[in-house]
């Protein structure tokens, strides 16, 4: 699987007029290798030149993990350094002195800078070259993903164990984070209770508030699981009565994930299934609060290609996996988001996430 993935990458850089593509730790070289390496300052450095060969420098005290995670069987020649050495010069031993060369989007500008140094050229980024190979899932990165989609649905559908007015957002975070992990994730990625007002910012970070009866709480909750695959999802909680308008507003929101979820399907562009959510929230008067765009593919990272916002004119194919995430926030007041990863099928989509999307009143 991995010796067919660089392959590919292999076959894209000769399209793009490329010879070699650097990649250092992080998901781009678990996708790649399965080599989930530290992301640390000595160099590790993945070279994959455009006719397929491909080597790897590791520090010498990282070179037995390397050899645990079988990067060498994989086809990709393992070479290390040693504190002393300079791995740049042992990295650029088989590239051409005039090669073009492309960097992973998310390398350290360090790393970047040292390779640009070694070449004697510039670099330029990745783009979408790996993305374009890492969006289309396969149907076992689907498996895992709806996997994951299944762990975090446990976890919302036992929300009421943690969530009550007179507790703080963070004493029902630090619950949430303990329950991530015994659904079967082996890390927690982000919990986010924003509770009351704290609602309308989307990406709230736990803080000491009581929650109090009648507010409005977002719950959106996401890890990765053992087999590298992230989840991400968002409920939406009140304990007790929420004001009136709220109750309306969020018939709106509903309706407005709901007519994205129907309009999803291989074909169809990202930017028509934002606009298929947003569409809703305007007419219902929410436009102006409706402040972010209506998704993010997902992966082996929990925002990744393909995004689903205005001016993403590409279309849905299948195995595309990504939220579908509208919400509204009213500053002061509170906001409501309502999230499910869902993927691209044959002929529609297919949610990871199926536990109610009403408001659960605890
Ligand atoms: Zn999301
Ligand atoms: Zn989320």
Known sequence: ???????????????SGNDILFVTPGADLRYLTGYDALPLERLTCLAIRN????????????????????VPEIGIDLLDWQETQNPYQILM???????????????????????????????????????DIREVKTAQEVTFLHEAGAAIDEVHSNMHKWLRPGRTEREVGRD???????????????VIVASGPNGASPHHELSDR?????????????GTMPSGYCSDCTRMYVCGQPPAEYLEHYQVLLTAQQAARDHARPGVSCESVDAAARDVLIAGGLGEQFIHRTGHGIGMETHEEP??????????????????????????KYGARIEDIVTCTETGISSTNNTTRELVIL
Do not use: C, Q
Not at 176 to 190: C, K, M, N, Q, T
């Open 307 to 332: 995004y689903i916002v205005s001016g993403n004119t590409r279309n849905l194919v299948p195995g595309h996996a990504f939220s579908i995430e509208p919400g509204f926030y009213f500053a002061g």
């Open 51 to 70: 006719d397929g060969k491909s080597w790897m420098i590791v520090p010498t005290l990282e070179k037995p993990s390397a050899l645990a995670h079988g």
């Open 93 to 131: 031993a088989s590239v051409g002195k005039s090669s073009s060369a492309l960097v992973n989007n998310l390398m350290w500008v360090e790393k970047a800078f040292g390779i640009r140094s070694a070449l004697g050229k510039e670099v330029a980024l990745a783009g979408s070259l790996l993305s």
């Open 176 to 190: 949430i984070a303990e329950a991530i992990l015994a659904s079967g994730h082996s890390r927690v990625d982000f």
């Open 210 to 222: 009581v929650i109090e009866a009648g507010d409005p709480v977002v719950v959106d909750i996401g």
């Open 1 to 15: 699987m991995y010796a067919d993935r660089i392959k590919k990458v292999a076959a894209s850089l000769a399209n």
